[in-house]
């Protein structure tokens, strides 16, 4: 098993485990650091780095390899999955549900707002 | 902060009218000013009295201290600033419901990291549970996060400022501000999921 091989195959270990494989990949992570760095990397990607990095992720500011690995954690772990879905309608809802209403009604003030704001300031001068 | 444009007329204009306490100029302010902060108002309080309220609090305190206004932001920026504040003011003065813990809502994990508890989850509640119904419950959510947490997700989500604008408004650096927010928004996630579950017909 080559560099290539191996990582495009951690995925694959993760989420289903490597069957006849796994004596080639475990032999390649024994003498390959820069392979067994990110096999462990891919490993301890738990639901709480998740979350704490949901944001960053939604925000696109993850580099290449931390988004693929919030991505392949995304894949293989549905709990993630649903708490990513919760969490982008949490935004969604609280925009439609109570900013998006104060629209199109608020180009201008209501007229009697208006005369209050502006009779409340007296004569300024 | 986005300072006044010392080439912009109308902005050069505007602050010499409000140093010299011009009526014109005053009343082009809330005219042009008035429904972008009152819509930011009724995003942090929720309540329309209360927004309207603070809203010309905000407005008289503008042109009793607009001698003081040394451009060095732009008039709409100063503004928005103050009105914020008779806003926040407002918020904590009200008499509320005692806020939840933020920690309470947040989601727990074993040792390993993993969901400690599964996360209540929903299945599409925008298209089945009515706008009214949608709006009361979330209302009723954000009354109950911490007002610092509940005023990041009112400029942030409600009002879609941007990170440096919300966090200018907060007094606090985008990276505080990005913080709290996505904490106010799991917290938020955590009050409306089980909620939203209820109300689903």
């Known amino acids: 098993m080559n560099c290539e091989h191996f990582r495009a195959s951690i995925e694959r270990c993760l989420r289903e485990g490597l069957g006849p494989e796994a004596a080639d990949f475990e032999a390649h992570a024994r003498d390959c650091a820069s392979c067994r760095q990110s096999y462990e990397a891919h490993r301890e990607f738990c639901c709480r780095r998740f979350v704490e990095e949901l944001d960053r992720f939604l925000e696109q500011e993850l580099d290449p390899a931390g988004r693929a690995l919030f991505e392949l954690h995304l894949r293989r772990c549905p709990p993630c999955g649903d708490y990513l879905e919760g969490y982008g309608r949490t935004i969604e809802i609280a925009h439609l549900g109570c900013g998006g209403e104060a629209g199109p009604d608020c180009r201008e003030l209501p007229e009697d707002l208006l005369r209050r704001i502006l009779g409340g300031l007296g004569d300024p001068a | ?201």
């Open chain 2, 1 to 201: 902060m986005r300072p006044a444009d010392p080439l912009d007329p109308l902005e050069q204009g505007l602050a010499e009218g409000l140093r010299s306490r011009d009526r014109a100029t005053f009343e082009l302010l809330v005219r042009r000013d008035g429904p972008v902060l009152l819509r930011m108002l009724r995003s942090l309080l929720q309540d329309e009295e209360e927004a309207r309220d603070a809203l010309q609090e905000a407005f008289l305190s503008a042109f009793q201290g607009a001698e003081g206004f040394r451009g060095e932001s732009r008039v709409s920026t100063w503004l928005r600033r103050i009105a914020f504040h008779a806003g926040l003011m407002r918020l904590r003065k009200r008499q509320r419901r005692p806020e939840r813990s933020l920690e309470e809502l947040l989601p727990r994990f074993e040792e390993d990291g993993n969901f400690a508890r599964p996360e209540p989850s929903w299945q599409d509640p925008l298209a089945r549970v009515e706008a009214r119904e949608l709006r009361r419950l979330v209302r009723a959510a954000l009354e109950e996060l911490p007002e610092d947490y509940r005023a990041a997700i009112a400029l942030r989500d409600l009002e879609q400022l941007d990170t440096r604008e919300a966090a200018s408004l907060l007094e606090i650096t985008p990276g505080a501000l990005k913080v709290r927010l996505h904490r106010a928004r799991q917290a938020l996630r955590a009050l409306l999921a089980p909620r939203i579950g209820e109300a689903l017909p």
